[in-house]
T-cell receptor, first 112, second 119 residues
Framework: EDKVVQSPLSLVVHEGDTVTLNCSYE??????LLWYKQEKKAPTFLFMLTSSGIEKKSGRLSSILDKKELFSILNITATQTGDSAIYLCAVEAYYGNNRLAFGKGNQVVVIP | GAVVSQHPSWVICKSGTSVKIECRSLDFQATTMFWYRQFPKQSLMLMAT?????????EQGVEKDKFLINHASLTLSTLTVTSAHPEDSSFYICSASPPRGGGYNQPQHFGDGTRLSIL
C-alpha cells in the first residue's frame, strides 16, 4: 500500500519567515510526486516532480525531489498571510490511471 | 490551463434524499476522473475511480450502492449519494487530468468541491 507522510503537520510562522515542508513516501513503481495548496475549497496544483535533484520554482515557492531517499521538500520564502493554507503532498504510481495517494497535509499559518 | 468544474458547490438536504454531484472537464477530455471525500482537518480520501464507458472502481470500504458513479461521456462524471444520512455529510471533490502531452504525464486538477450537509 502506498504511504505518504508529511511533516510538520502544522506550524505557525511570522510574515517574512521561510517555511520548509517535508514529504516522505513509499510507493511501488513511483511515477511522480505532486504538491497542492488547499485553502477553503479544493486543492490547487503547485508542482509535479518526477526527477531527482531538479528544483522547480514558482515565485517564492520551490520544491525538490530525492528519489534515492524517497522524500520531497517544499520551500516558501518571505512568507505572506496569503500563504496560510494546507499543503498536500501526493504520489502517483504506474497503475495506468493517474491514481494519487495523499499525505495528511502540512497546515501552515502565517501571522502578520 | 486545465479546468475542472464541479456542481453544486453546496447542498443542504433532508435525511433520506438522494443527491447528485456533477464533475465536468471543461477544456479537455477525461477518460478517468476521481472522486474524493474530505472530513474537516483531514486529507483527501479516494473513494472511487470513474471510468468513461465502464464501471467505476471503488476503494475498499466504500459502498458502491451508496455512492453511485456514472461516467457517460468524456467530459462528465456524476456521483450520486443515495438515501443520504447525516454521516454522509462531508466535502466531496472530483479531479481529472488532461491526456499525456508530448510524452509527459499531466497533473490532476480538482473541481471546487461540494459541501454536503444532511439534516
Amino acid at each position: 500500500e502506498d504511504k505518504v507522510v508529511q511533516s510538520p503537520l502544522s506550524l505557525v510562522v511570522h510574515e517574512g519567515d521561510t517555511v520548509t515542508l517535508n514529504c516522505s513516501y513509499e510507493v511501488t513503481n513511483f511515477r511522480s510526486l505532486l504538491w497542492y495548496k488547499q485553502e477553503k475549497k479544493a486543492p490547487t496544483f503547485l508542482f509535479m516532480l518526477t526527477s531527482s535533484g531538479i528544483e522547480k520554482k514558482s515565485g517564492r515557492l520551490s520544491s525538490i525531489l530525492d528519489k534515492k531517499e524517497l522524500f520531497s521538500i517544499l520551500n516558501i520564502t518571505a512568507t505572506q498571510t496569503g500563504d496560510s493554507a494546507i499543503y498536500l503532498c501526493a504520489v502517483e504510481a504506474y497503475y495506468g490511471n493517474n491514481r494519487l495517494a495523499f499525505g495528511k497535509g502540512n497546515q501552515v499559518v502565517v501571522i502578520p | 490551463g486545465a479546468v475542472v468544474s464541479q456542481h453544486p458547490s453546496w447542498v443542504i438536504c433532508k435525511s433520506g434524499t438522494s443527491v447528485k454531484i456533477e464533475c465536468r472537464s471543461l477544456d479537455f477530455q477525461a477518460t478517468t476522473m476521481f472522486w474524493y471525500r474530505q472530513f474537516p482537518k483531514q486529507s483527501l480520501m479516494l473513494m472511487a475511480t470513474s471510468n468513461e464507458g465502464s464501471k467505476a472502481t471503488y476503494e475498499q470500504g466504500v459502498e458502491k450502492d451508496k455512492f453511485l458513479i456514472n461516467h457517460a461521456s468524456l467530459t462528465l462524471s456524476t456521483l450520486t449519494v443515495t438515501s443520504a444520512h447525516p454521516e454522509d455529510s462531508s466535502f466531496y471533490i472530483c479531479s481529472a487530468s488532461p491526456p499525456r502531452g508530448g510524452g509527459y504525464n499531466q497533473p490532476q486538477h480538482f473541481g471546487d468541491g461540494t459541501r454536503l450537509s444532511i439534516l
